[in-house]
């Protein structure tokens, strides 16, 4: 199966401060991917790197087998929505269509034309007069009906309401079966995500914490409630991914593939959301922990 995305060892600095870390992944297509963390992780850097619009400090990327914004071939591939869902205030609806059309070598104006009917959005009105709502599904269609093999897209629905937000994200999935394309979305909206993506990307510190396909995520990380037990008496098969601990108990996330027979634990699913906390969790509790080794 092809990649969307291959990056090596991937680093991006703003002068001295790091955005992007040691970044490997390799990205099945076919799949809707989030790409989650919280604020300045490194999610728009690692998504303007894979659209073109950066350059690596070091490593490489590449995205569907080629270098990122190299050619027009590779450009007409990936379609990418920045995080302001970008329009131009004094472009009508019609305009921007025009434009789209002028610009893509693979645009679909019948698809545009018939999204933005379905959308109620009127041709003849100014972008700039649109709703937050209405300027984000306008961004969107023109991601769409350029065609590309991957549509990236950055906090898509961030500025949007629950219900402009819900519609948005299910003409997300409605074009991504219909198109075939594979997508890669930054949000904050866990809950979001786990109504689209099938594979997830959790970035903090600028690092990749983890990667993967939900379902085996879901599959290989646990919840185990205990007496309070140090980390070091489990198995060496299980990866602690958070701790937690009261006087007398002890709750860890851990990831494994193979069975937990231990009786003292009551084991519990995670939620797609208890999996991206933990793991968001992870570097503030190491740096817990040698601040306290520090200290003693
Ligand atoms: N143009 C820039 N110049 C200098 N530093 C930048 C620039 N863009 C981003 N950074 C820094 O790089 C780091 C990563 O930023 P980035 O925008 O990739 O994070 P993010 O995960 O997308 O954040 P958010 O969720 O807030 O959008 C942050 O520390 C940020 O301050």
Known sequence: MTS???????DRKYGKRWA??????DIPAGHVVGLVGPN?????????LAGGQLEPTAGGITVLGGRPGSTPAQLAKVGFVAQDTPVYAGL??????????????????????????????VPAHRAGKLSGGQRAQLALTLGLAKRPELLILDEPAAALDPLARSEFLQGLMEATVEHKLSVLLSSHLVSDLERVCDY???????????????????ATH????????????????????????????????????????????TITRLSLEDLVLAYMDKPAAERRRVALEVQG
């Open 4 to 10: 969307i995305l291959q990056a090596q060892g991937l």
């Open 20 to 25: 992007l870390r040691e970044c490997t992944v």
């Open 222 to 265: 646990h919840r185990l409630t205990g007496p309070r037990c140090d980390p070091d008496r489990l198995p060496a098969d299980q990866q602690v991914v958070s701790a937690r601990h009261t006087e007398r108990q002890s709750t860890y996330v851990v990831r494994t593939d193979a069975p937990i027979h231990d009786p003292a634990w």
């Open 200 to 218: 997830l990307i959790v970035l903090v510190d600028s690092r990749v914490q983890i990667a993967g396909k939900t379902d085996q995520l879901l």
């Open 92 to 121: 009508t609806v019609a305009e921007h269509l025009q434009l789209g059309a002028r610009l893509n070598p693979r645009w679909d104006d019948g698809m545009a034309r018939e999204r933005i009917a379905r959308l109620g959005l």
């Open 40 to 48: 300045g992780a490194g999610k728009s850097t690692l998504l303007k």
